[in-house]
């Protein structure tokens, strides 16, 4: 016959880490098997990561029903200005307040799963393993 079950109380669940090695079934809930939407720091301890916030008044226009912006970069240009770029609706954009499509003429994006790497006053722009773009000066 099965043991009654009983309750436990873990405080921080997963405050002693990450750990991927051993099989869930034993494992300590003290110890996190998956850590989504989170960051792991220099000690091996799970935290929350930064997020951001709607700020644009145009948003919901240019994004559409779709699942709002999925990719953001921040670049700093020759002046130190930081230039927010933005992917969302199989499109690319640079700005906060105001959203300005970017997407160069002639190419439709199938997803948003875009990496920007900033470099030497450039920006470019990679989807599906191919180089799309740079822009030249930022």
């Keep these: 016959m099965a043991a009654q079950l009983q309750n436990i109380t873990v405080s921080a669940p997963g405050f002693m880490g990450l750990n991927t090695q051993d099989s869930p079934i034993g494992l300590d809930p003290s110890f996190a098997s998956v850590a989504d939407n989170c960051v792991i720091d220099k000690l091996g301890r799970i935290g929350a990561r930064k997020g951001y916030t709607t700020v644009s008044t145009n948003g919901a226009s240019v994004l559409g029903t779709s699942r709002g912006i999925e990719m953001i970069a921040e670049c700093k240009d020759t002046s130190g200005d930081v230039r927010v770029f933005s992917a969302g609706n199989n499109k690319i954009f640079l700005g906060t307040d105001t959203l300005v499509d970017i997407t160069p003429v002639g190419y439709t994006p199938t997803g948003n799963n875009w990496k920007v790497v900033c470099q ?3 920006a470019y ?4 393993l191919l180089l799309l773009f740079k822009l030249q000066q930022l």
């Design 120 to 122: 030497n006053d450039h």
């Design 125 to 128: 722009f990679f989807h599906l």
